[in-house]
């Protein structure tokens, strides 16, 4: 890819994938290029560059996060991906994840709520070259019906459970990574769909991220 690179963000990528993601047991290849490869600091806003590989999430405006980057890791090494895969992510934010994914897998069809958001991450995504993603503005807790099945499915937000249309729309053999569980505390799970009725359930850690609101997610103004 053609940005040019300044040195200085070159080293904290490569100590940001040794100590957080290689030191902590992360060891897909695919997961590990990618991330010295995606230039994190440019999918933070302006004034948090310097912290964009440390080990923690950061906001990115809207009452959102990019996830943390051994997140990013774990949840992409769980997709099991080899590089011809069709992957449907949820939740582009600020299209990080979504980098990390384009690097490996062969289609990434990524879905955000926020307008503003996908759109930021759209015209970043496109300025470095990537061509094999595709936007859409949406709920995607009903997936991207037009385009599955997919072979794998990431969602970057918490679900109160696994939504119906993901699964659906998730191949037989295929692999989801998702958050499951409360609005403030969830479990990742990395679910592997054995048959069209039946999904192998794995319990991988737990976690915190911001909430899928939508149809088969939480509804948008708690309480009220
Ligand atoms: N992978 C992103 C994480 C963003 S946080 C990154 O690393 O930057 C989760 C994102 O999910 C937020 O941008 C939020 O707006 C979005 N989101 C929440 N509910 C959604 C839904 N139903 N459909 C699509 N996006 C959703």
Redesign the pocket.
Known sequence: MGWNEDPHYRDLRKRMVEYQIVGRGVRDRGVIEAMLKVPRHL?VPPPYREEAYNDYPLS?G?G????QPYM?AVMTEALELKGDEKVLE?????????AVLAEIASEVFT????PL?AERARELLESLGYRNIHFRV????LGWPEEAPFDRIIV??AAPSIPKPLREQLRVGGIIVIPVGGRYGQTLVKGKKVSDEKMEIEELFDCA??????EY?FPENPGL
């Open positions: 999918f990115i809207r959102q996060t990019i996830s990013v949820i939740g582009t934010g600020s299209g990080y994840q979504t879905i955000e709520r926020d958001l949406g709920d995607g807790t970057t937000a991220f911001v909430p899928l609101v939508g997610g």
